[in-house]
């Protein structure tokens, strides 16, 4: 199990880097749980990020658990019509 605490900002200026560091993780994992709790600034790249972590660890037969998710990412979801 990977538990990974995602930084205060998700944005275009982070989310490459962050997707690498979990990525590269990840691959010895059976699961991935991230700790959300920090997050308070996000926008449409920080959702894609959860998208696409959604959609590999499906691919790899691995368990996404979103932990702490702040108000932030829920009010983006909501926005987005995307449940969490």
């Known amino acids: 199990m990977l538990d990974?605490?995602?930084p205060q900002e998700l944005t275009n200026a982070n989310v490459?880097?962050?997707l690498d560091q979990i990525?590269?993780?990840?691959k010895t994992a059976e699961s991935l749980n991230l700790d959300c709790s920090q997050v308070v600034k996000i926008d449409?790249?920080?959702?894609a990020?959860?998208?696409e972590l959604?959609?590999?660890t499906l691919k790899q037969n691995?368990?996404?658990v979103l932990q702490n998710i702040s108000p932030s990412i829920r009010a983006l979801c909501e926005l987005?019509?995307?449940k969490i």
């Open 23 to 26: 990525l590269a993780q990840l």
């Open 80 to 82: 987005y019509t995307i």
């Open 54 to 56: 959604k959609t590999v």
């Open 16 to 18: 490459n880097q962050i």
């Open 4 to 6: 990974f605490v995602l």
């Open 62 to 64: 691995k368990s996404l």
């Open 49 to 51: 990020l959860l998208l």
């Open 44 to 47: 449409s790249a920080g959702i």
